[in-house]
């Protein structure tokens, strides 16, 4: 079974430019998840979709981030405009909803590193 | 609110030694707790997970209880390879929501000399 796909796998910008980072879930689930991860940080929820609706968007740091989920196999966060403290490596991760008590896990793609110049 | 502590590393190891990472958990009512690692240049995959009291999840040698009582799930393993050498990171996510939003901890490197 295909699982949840990044990409691109790597990004290098000059800052004020525009980025996407794109996402597949694995098929049938219902929550995607993006995350950042920085050495500084750790792990960052930046938002979070059910059934392609953003239900919490707390995590994301700033106005210049964005997320938007289109249909159920599609995702993109974009960031614009771009600056070097975005540096991270960006996750995807989709699951299934919890059902009869029963926590599901999160699926994670391979990630984005993403540098900004 | 729900959180997750995890001992800081990184734990350096010689193969085949015992291995120990502490994780203890603050959250209302009965949360389900995960171990999940991360391989060098990869996402998170799921290692094991426990869904009640005193249930012991397990998988590829590693074991973790979880405890109530001391609101804990320690991941554990007999004889370290170097293939374990990853981040390793202790989570929880609440039974009552119908999403899988999952709180972790702030991870623990492992490496294993060969």
């Known amino acids: 079974d295909a699982g949840v796909i990044q990409s691109p796998r790597h990004e290098v910008t000059e800052m004020g430019q525009e980025v996407t980072l794109r996402c597949k879930p694995i098929?049938?689930?219902?929550?995607l998840f993006w995350y950042r991860q920085t050495m500084m940080r750790g792990l960052e929820l930046l938002i979070y979709?059910?059934?392609?609706?953003?239900?919490?968007d707390s995590g994301m740091p700033e106005d210049r981030f964005s997320a938007k989920m289109p249909n159920a196999s599609f995702s993109t966060l974009k960031i614009q405009p771009s600056e070097p403290r975005d540096s991270a490596v960006y996750f995807c991760?989709?699951?299934?909803?919890?059902?009869?008590?029963?926590?599901?896990?999160?699926?994670f793609g391979d990630g984005t590193r993403l540098s900004i110049l | 609110g729900n959180s997750v502590t995890q001992m800081e590393g990184p734990v350096t190891l010689s193969e085949e030694a015992f291995l120990t990472i502490n994780c203890t958990y603050t959250a209302t009512g009965y949360p389900s707790l995960f171990w999940y690692v991360q391989y060098p240049g990869e996402g998170l995959q799921l290692l094991l997970k426990?869904?009640?009291?005193?249930d012991k999840g397990s998988n590829k040698g590693f074991e973790a209880t979880y405890r109530k009582e001391t609101t804990s799930f320690h991941l554990e393993k007999g004889s370290v390879q170097v293939s374990d050498s990853a981040v390793y990171f202790c989570a929880l996510s609440d039974s009552y929501s119908s999403a899988s939003k999952i709180i972790f901890g702030s991870g623990t490197r492992l490496s294993i000399r060969p």
């Open positions: 991760a989709s699951s299934l909803a919890n059902r009869g008590g029963s926590n599901q896990p999160q699926h």
């Open positions: 979709f059910n059934n392609n609706v953003p239900i919490d």
């Open positions: 426990a869904t009640k009291a005193d």
């Open positions: 098929s049938g689930h219902d929550y």
